[in-house]
């Protein structure tokens, strides 16, 4: 019985608590609304004070986010503008400028599609481009009229808007071809030379002079000797010479670099045929790219993976090389066909469903894997 007695009392001291609070800010209401202007504009001041004491504090400007400007732009309605400056603290231009965003995202439209005509499509602006770049002598007109003539009905003035987008200049400025395109077309006549240096297994140096053609990328193996000479070197250009037979009058330059052993009379063979020598700069191994290139291919293709023993296995397993590179090894810049091929041949299966139809042959005593369809 006591025990339920407690209970009870704690209960009844709970809810007296309660009203006796809910009572007090009923009077506390009641105080305010009842009471003079003065007390509240003495508690006004008392609140601009304490902006201003925490204005210097912070030592800059407040940050207002997009909900506070919102709650004083709406304020701002209700007050008279006469007092502004005195209870907001920003300027009333300031507030005029957001009241004026609000009402410009209100209007915002969602279509922003571009009045006028469509523009022009991609496609049609990568062909004209590229007619650009591939016929230096022609001008926008000359491209417009290419355009009609496949189809493609466009004005002039747009072809030499895009054509001065992508930076190309008027065509009496593109006369000239690049130089991609200069030795592009004089890449049949010119043939390079130079020496390869390869370390046997007993550390013995040999040297390989190969030389290769620019426009067919025809590979020759040369000669193979532990210790070059100018008369070694002059027979081999001697035997190169023989050995073109009648693709030597197709030739007319000779690009080499200036090592000691490409001496006067060896230039004089080739020039007794009607070849012009091209020495390359002092350290520009860029000026005999291609012939660097192939020399590349031959380490990591071959040297790099094999051990040397002597000059024989050299110039064995570069000659059974030779024959895989100018008879079956593709080359980008001849539409992935072997220099001795003049076109690529169609094979006459193309579907590779059955795998067992792709026949692997190893050659350079297995450091190669060549494929063809079985018979």
């Known amino acids: ?11 009844r001291g709970v809810w007296l608590s309660l009203v006796y609070r809910l009572v007090r800010g009923l009077f506390g209401l009641l105080a305010v609304l009842v009471r003079s202007d ?73 279509d922003r599609r571009r009045p006028g005509r469509p523009g022009t499509r991609q496609p049609v602006k990568a062909l004209i481009i590229r007619m650009a770049r591939e016929n230096p002598t022609w001008g926008y007109r000359r491209i417009q009229g290419e355009l009609a003539r496949l189809g493609y009905p466009i004005a002039a003035s747009t072809v030499w808007e895009i054509l001065h987008a992508a930076g190309i200049d008027p065509a009496p400025r593109r006369t000239g071809p690049s130089w991609r395109q200069f030795l592009t077309a004089q890449a049949h006549a010119i043939i390079a030379c130079d020496f390869l240096v390869v370390e046997t297994i007993m550390l013995t140096r040999l040297y390989v002079l190969i030389f290769i053609e620019h426009g ?61 020598d091209i020495t390359t700069l002092p350290r520009t191994p860029r000026m005999n790219a291609i012939c660097e290139r192939v020399i590349g291919t031959l380490r990591r293709e071959l040297l790099d993976r094999m051990l040397i023993l002597d000059e024989h296995h050299l110039a064995f397993v570069l000659r059974e090389y030779l024959i895989h590179y100018n008879h079956h090894r593709p080359h980008q810049s001849r539409h992935q066909r072997p220099p001795d091929i003049a076109t690529q041949p169609a094979p006459d299966v193309t579907d590779l469903s059955d795998l067992r139809s792709v026949r692997r042959k190893p050659v350079v005593a297995g450091m190669i894997n060549e494929y063809r369809h079985a018979a």
């Not at 912070?58 to 007050?79: F, H, K, N, T, V």
């Not at 009648?246 to 330059?253: E, K, Y």
Request: hydrophobic content about 45%; some cysteine; proline content about 4%.
């Open 216 to 276: 067919t990328r025809r590979l020759h193996l040369a000669g193979v000797t532990p210790q070059p000479t100018e008369a070694w070197t002059v027979q081999q250009a001697r035997n190169l010479v023989m050995a073109l037979d009648d693709r030597i009058a197709g030739l007319r330059f000779l690009i080499h670099d200036r090592d000691p052993l490409f001496t006067f009379a060896f230039r004089e063979v080739f020039t007794a045929e009607g070849l012009r």
């Open 1 to 11: 019985m006591l025990r339920d007695q407690g209970v009870g009392c704690d209960y």
């Open 38 to 110: 003065l007390s509240k504009d003495v508690e006004l001041l008392a609140l601009r004070h304490e902006n201003q004491v925490l204005r210097r504090q912070l030592g800059g400007r407040p940050r207002w986010g997009q909900a506070d400007r919102l709650w004083l732009a709406a304020l701002s309605r209700l007050i008279c503008r006469r007092r502004w400056a005195e209870i907001f603290p920003v300027t009333p231009a300031t507030i005029l400028r957001w009241h004026r965003n609000l009402v410009a995202r209100k209007w915002t439209f969602t």
